[in-house]
T-cell receptor, first 114, second 111 residues
Framework: DTEVTQTPKHLVMGMTNKKSLKCEQHMGHRAMYWYKQKAKKPPELMFVYSYEKLSINESVPSRFSPECPNSSLLNLHLHALQPEDSALYLC?????????????FGSGTRLTVV | RKEVEQDPGPFNVPEGATVAFNCTYSNSASQSFFWYRQDCRKEPKLLMSVYSSGNEDGRFTAQLNRASQYISLLIRDSKLSDSATYLCVVTTRGSQGNLIFGKGTKLSVKP
């Protein structure tokens, strides 16, 4: 079992819906990440939080809104998504940003926008 | 030129074979190196970090050549359960920890 927990595992939403993806880790990691992965492609970075502060936003459209309520939780709020936003959304964490120890990924939320 | 390039694959090998994956990176400021494996429709999982001195974990050996900007992964005595996509991953000084992924190489181990 992964030590980074993501919910829900699957999500189908319409283009007018508002939904949230949740991520939780209790490893004491202080950096948390959102990645997006399309089929047969590597993961692409969306956002980085370091010590609960947003440190990287990779030019992600505003219909994706991250939130880090505390050091263990990371949310991704979704609103007015497009069908091309359908993908696997992965949360990851690490001891700190720019670590030599690798990142731990959650099992992801498979999102379908209809 | 892409930042991290890997063998295109796929690699189809029989059980017991030795398989070698190669990876090159373009940014000489790269500082951390990893191999991840990703099973179909699953998340990437850290297989091993890669160090200049080389490191081994059971049947897996990783090597890093900073001068050539080259990383390798060797799998000996391959098992059916080794079938997965292997991702070469790099972080670069100044990238604020962003993992830079290669496109991955798919390995299929056949009985």
């Amino acid at each position: 079992d992964t030590e980074v927990t993501q919910t829900p595992k699957h999500l189908v939403m319409g283009m007018t819906n508002k939904k949230s993806l949740k991520c939780e880790q209790h490893m004491g990691h202080r950096a948390m990440y959102w990645y997006k992965q399309k089929a047969k492609k590597p993961p692409e970075l969306m956002f980085v939080y370091s010590y609960e502060k947003l440190s990287i936003n990779e030019s992600v459209p505003s219909r994706f809104s991250p939130e880090c309520p505390n050091s263990s939780l990371l949310n991704l709020h979704l609103h007015a998504l497009q069908p091309e936003d359908s993908a696997l959304y992965l949360c990851a964490s690490s001891h700190r940003q720019a670590t030599n120890y690798g990142y731990t990924f959650g099992s992801g939320t498979r999102l379908t926008v209809v | 030129r892409k930042e991290v390039e890997q063998d295109p694959g796929p690699f189809n090998v029989p059980e017991g074979a030795t398989v070698a994956f190669n990876c090159t990176y373009s940014n000489s400021a790269s500082q951390s190196f990893f191999w991840y494996r990703q099973d179909c429709r699953k998340e990437p999982k850290l297989l091993m970090s890669v160090y200049s001195s080389g490191n081994e974990d059971g049947r897996f050996t990783a090597q890093l050549n900073r001068a050539s900007q080259y990383i390798s992964l060797l799998i000996r005595d391959s098992k059916l359960s080794d079938s997965a996509t292997y991702l070469c991953v790099v972080t670069t000084r100044g990238s604020q920890g962003n993992l830079i992924f290669g496109k991955g190489t798919k390995l299929s181990v056949k009985p």
